[in-house]
């Protein structure tokens, strides 16, 4: 039987074959994710079309060049029908973007993607740039550039912006008490913002859904927070849900025994969207649970781009 998994498999072995030595497993995981999510085929020459029409229309020096610009390639291949269109339209939203704060950020293809379908996008950008300087204050040495693309994420789904940090930060404070402060946790906090639950008892899920995951042996780590806190927002840690994550963890450790963190990962994010219930369909019909995959998803890129350069430079 076919399921979101083993089209994720395949989609993965296809991409390898695809891309050959121009990609690590970390980027073509990231890869693979999007199509298994939007239960979208990968079709290499379409992708190379789409890699070529990138390519034709960006200079040598463009931040839409390079490993990290293929995951979110993919991103636009995996969910739009004609990538082309899509591909033209964020190059033209991406000149929007050299000002403070977004000028030199290397996510700014994820950026320039959540502006697509926006109405009126510099009064967004202004009203994320806002809210960013917020996070600044707040935590001044936890706040990078993916901060940028939860903010742009954050002031477009939700109508209150004045309230909006002191809900994010009421998360924060509840959580820090059981999570080590860091990067991942604001983002957690940024994350349960969409949940529909009251934010206690939001909280509660997403330290039960890691209680019952260690209970079975799965190491919860930082890294894993951020997917933990979107399966959260879909649904709650039921004996079938936590089997789902478990099952899939248990067939990638088999795959690769050693350096296998990413199981959880993936376990977390295809559960969650197999798991989107009639309540929590609104995420998905929006786009909102597409663009926060695409913030998870951009910073780990990011971070895996950081640890690559900082093993090369050591060699």
Known sequence: MTTRYTRYVETLDAIKQATKWSL?????????IHYAIHDAPFDPSRFEQAQAALKQRTGMFSKFR????LVWLSFLDAKYEDVAPAIDEALRLDQLLDRKHFRYSTLRPFIASQLLNVDDPERRLDEATSLYQTFKQHHPWLT????LLSALVLVQAFDDHSTLNERIE??????KVHVSRSNELQLVSHLLTFSELDPTDAVTRFLDWRERLQRQNITVRNEHLPPLALLTIVTEPTDETVQAVVDIVVAETEKQRWFNTHALTI???????DTITEEASELLLHGTFAHLLAMQQAATAAATVA?????SSSD
């Open 24 to 32: 690590t497993d970390d980027f073509r995981r990231l890869m693979a």
């Open 66 to 69: 390079g490993t990290n610009s």
């Open 144 to 147: 990078s550039e993916e901060d």
């Open 170 to 175: 009421a998360y924060y404070e509840a959580l």
């Open 267 to 273: 376990a977390l994010q295809l559960v969650a969207a």
């Open 307 to 311: 640890v690559i350069s900082s093993t």
